[in-house]
């Protein structure tokens, strides 16, 4: 007898189902009440001290052993004791210390508005998070602290900054009353001695209500007023601005100069204390050859390091400060200015660095080649129309061939055979057909006698890399190199050929190279 059995049906899998609803509800539930745990262990006062106290103690160095802050505190104080009114009533101190604290308020509460508005709006929603992905939850909890401890941390430091300034202004205000009551005082005879005859005058008119603003700014400005030339007048005048204004500006520098000063012997003594490192970078295994030597404490080796593999890797394959086309006879001569060029890069070196080892004399051999088939672009015939690994004995033999584009290719041989089979090998990749073939050599005497780097010795070269421009005609009137042609954009592409592999971007920056320059997602060189 036939039956029909649904895997839903079965007793075990509803069983789970059932089971695991339950588990995922109560689990969720039980996340939901552990983030409201994590929240309300997070909202505690002994954090919130704990922060406030902290950000307090960071402004006490700041206060304490910088002396451009001390210079600051000074200065601020010598300008408010020159343009204060010593002759201030005791309830108009009054009223302007409580006009600063009620600005104080607004400030205070702007700060506690801030703290409110990240915790409201950013701690709770980020931990809560932790009810449904811990990882997402850290991340974004982790970017809110920062951006809260970052912008409150300021907020803070002002505000205990502005409550100390504050204080410290209705401290001097209840002294200075206080010490003129004192002096005000009939028993008291220092009043006397200080004010002499005046004595009497100044304990009725000073602090009263209707007496005269003094200062000592309004003092000099009245003694400036006296004099009788207003040439001496504007002289004087400008002269004590500028004097206050130079002293407070040369104070900063020689402050600013004093913690440079120090600041750098410190840097120097931990520099010194640090270890010394020296590294020896490889950036390609392939290239043993080419190495980095870096040496100093190692902060400054670790900095220098990235720099160095950065800088290696843009200019690796690219030619810096190299022309990239044919010699200058062959530039100025008509010749065709669309297709493709090789331009190939030979060395007395198998593999880079490409300098002087010792006395060694370095040879670099520079062969152009224009009107490429592309057909004929591959990796392996590249290397081999250079001898291949090998390279081919390079020397004083030079093969000299006129082709029927009018350009003129010359390669130098060890010996005359050797000139001729290489320059037929470049050829090959050319389209171009010799007209005229001569092999020439040149003799070590006159100037190549007196100067030996003139003659050329019998030297082994190999492949460096070879440059592939492909120069073509495009449409566009803001693109490209302008001639009395028209417009041409070169695009190139440099490729080691020292390499015993081929690149695995070869095909791909090949076929790039060669697709139309004027299409439309084709931007200007």
């Given at each position: 007898?036939?039956?029909?059995?649904?895997?839903?049906?079965?007793?075990?899998?509803?069983?789970?189902?059932?089971?695991?609803?339950?588990?995922?509800?109560?689990?969720?539930?039980?996340?939901?009440?552990?983030?409201?745990?994590?929240?309300?262990?997070?909202?505690?006062?002994?954090?919130?001290?704990?922060?406030?106290?902290?950000?307090?103690?960071?402004?006490?160095?700041?206060?304490?052993?910088?002396?451009?802050?001390?210079?600051?505190?000074?200065?601020?104080?010598?300008?408010?004791?020159?343009?204060?009114?010593w002759?201030?009533?005791?309830?108009?101190?009054?009223?302007?210390?409580?006009?600063?604290?009620?600005?104080?308020?607004g400030?205070?509460?702007?700060?506690?508005?801030?703290?409110?508005?990240?915790?409201?709006?950013?701690?709770?929603?980020?931990?809560?998070l932790?009810?449904?992905?811990?990882?997402?939850?850290?991340?974004?909890?982790?970017?809110?602290?920062?951006?809260?401890?970052?912008?409150?941390?300021?907020?803070?430091?002002?505000?205990?900054?502005?409550?100390?300034?504050?204080?410290?202004?209705?401290?001097?205000?209840?002294?200075?009353?206080?010490?003129?009551?004192?002096l005000?005082?009939?028993?008291?005879?220092?009043?006397?001695?200080?004010?002499?005859?005046?004595?009497?005058?100044?304990?009725?008119?000073?602090?009263?209500?209707?007496?005269?603003?003094?200062?000592?700014?309004?003092?000099v400005?009245?003694?400036?007023?006296?004099?009788?030339?207003?040439?001496?007048?504007?002289?004087?005048?400008?002269?004590?601005?500028?004097?206050?204004?130079?002293?407070?500006?040369?104070?900063?520098?020689?402050s600013?100069?004093?913690?440079?000063?120090?600041?750098?012997?410190?840097?120097?003594?931990?520099?010194?204390?640090?270890?010394?490192?020296?590294?020896?970078?490889?950036?390609?295994?392939?290239?043993?050859a080419?190495?980095?030597?870096?040496?100093?404490?190692?902060?400054?080796?670790r900095?220098?390091?990235t720099?160095?593999?950065?800088?290696?890797?843009?200019?690796?394959?690219?030619?810096?400060?190299?022309?990239?086309?044919?010699p200058?006879?062959?530039?100025?001569?008509?010749?065709?200015?669309?297709?493709?060029?090789?331009?190939?890069?030979?060395?007395?070196?198998?593999?880079?660095?490409?300098?002087?080892?010792?006395?060694?004399?370095?040879?670099?051999?520079?062969?152009?080649?224009?009107?490429?088939?592309?057909?004929?672009?591959?990796w392996?015939?590249?290397?081999?129309v250079?001898?291949?690994?090998?390279?081919?004995?390079?020397?004083?033999?030079?093969?000299?061939?006129?082709?029927?584009?009018?350009?003129?290719?010359?390669?130098?041989?060890?010996?005359?055979?050797?000139?001729?089979?290489?320059?037929?090998?470049?050829?090959?990749?050319?389209?171009?057909?010799?007209?005229?073939?001569?092999?020439?050599?040149?003799?070590?005497?006159?100037?190549?006698?007196v100067?030996?780097?003139?003659?050329?010795?019998?030297?082994?070269?190999y492949?460096?890399?070879?440059?592939?421009?492909?120069?073509?005609?495009?449409?566009?009137?803001?693109?490209?190199?302008?001639?009395?042609?028209?417009?041409?954009?070169?695009?190139?592409?440099?490729?080691?050929?020292?390499?015993?592999?081929?690149?695995?971007?070869?095909?791909?920056?090949?076929?790039?190279?060669?697709?139309?320059?004027?299409?439309?997602?084709?931007?200007?060189?």
């Amino acid at each position: 007898m036939a039956f029909t059995l649904t895997v839903g049906q079965l007793y075990s899998r509803t069983t789970r189902l059932q089971v695991g609803a339950r588990a995922g509800a109560k689990g969720f539930l039980e996340r939901i009440t552990q983030a409201g745990r994590q929240i309300a262990n997070f909202v505690t006062w002994g954090n919130l001290k704990g922060f406030l106290i902290g950000a307090a103690l960071a402004q006490i160095p700041t206060l304490i052993f910088s002396l451009t802050n001390l210079w600051s505190m000074f200065t601020s104080a010598a300008i408010e004791l020159y343009y204060f009114d010593w002759n201030i009533p005791d309830d108009r101190i009054d009223q302007q210390a409580k006009s600063r604290w009620q600005a104080y308020g607004g400030i205070l509460g702007g700060t506690a508005g801030n703290a409110i508005g990240f915790f409201a709006c950013g701690v709770v929603p980020a931990s809560s998070l932790f009810a449904f992905d811990e990882r997402l939850a850290s991340y974004v909890l982790k970017e809110v602290s920062e951006e809260a401890f970052e912008e409150l941390t300021f907020e803070v430091a002002y505000v205990l900054r502005l409550s100390l300034r504050n204080l410290a202004r209705q401290s001097a205000g209840w002294l200075y009353k206080g010490a003129r009551r004192w002096l005000k005082d009939p028993k008291n005879p220092i009043g006397g001695l200080l004010f002499g005859s005046n004595a009497q005058k100044v304990r009725e008119t000073w602090g009263e209500a209707n007496a005269p603003s003094w200062s000592f700014a309004q003092a000099v400005e009245e003694k400036i007023e006296k004099i009788p030339s207003q040439f001496w007048q504007n002289f004087t005048e400008e002269l004590i601005e500028e004097a206050i204004d130079a002293c407070i500006e040369a104070g900063y520098v020689v402050s600013n100069s004093i913690e440079g000063y120090y600041a750098q012997q410190k840097l120097a003594q931990t520099l010194n204390r640090e270890a010394q490192r020296v590294v020896e970078v490889t950036p390609n295994r392939v290239n043993e050859a080419e190495k980095f030597v870096l040496a100093g404490p190692e902060s400054d080796v670790r900095a220098q390091l990235t720099t160095v593999l950065t800088t290696h890797q843009m200019i690796e394959d690219r030619d810096v400060g190299q022309v990239i086309g044919q010699p200058l006879d062959e530039y100025i001569r008509a010749r065709p200015l669309d297709g493709l060029r090789l331009q190939f890069k030979l060395y007395s070196l198998k593999t880079p660095p490409y300098s002087r080892r010792g006395d060694k004399r370095l040879v670099e051999v520079v062969v152009t080649i224009a009107d490429i088939d592309r057909a004929k672009l591959d990796w392996d015939r590249l290397r081999q129309v250079c001898g291949g690994p090998n390279g081919y004995l390079w020397g004083r033999f030079r093969a000299s061939a006129r082709l029927d584009n009018g350009c003129t290719l010359k390669v130098y041989g060890g010996t005359p055979d050797e000139a001729e089979d290489r320059l037929r090998a470049f050829l090959s990749l050319s389209s171009a057909e010799i007209k005229t073939l001569s092999v020439t050599e040149e003799k070590k005497e006159a100037e190549r006698l007196v100067n030996p780097s003139m003659f050329k010795d019998v030297t082994r070269v190999y492949p460096g890399h070879v440059s592939i421009i492909n120069r073509q005609r495009t449409l566009y009137l803001d693109r490209g190199k302008p001639s009395r042609n028209g417009n041409f954009i070169d695009k190139r592409a440099r490729f080691d050929l020292w390499r015993s592999v081929q690149p695995p971007d070869f095909e791909d920056r090949v076929r790039e190279l060669l697709r139309r320059a004027d299409s439309a997602d084709t931007a200007s060189p």
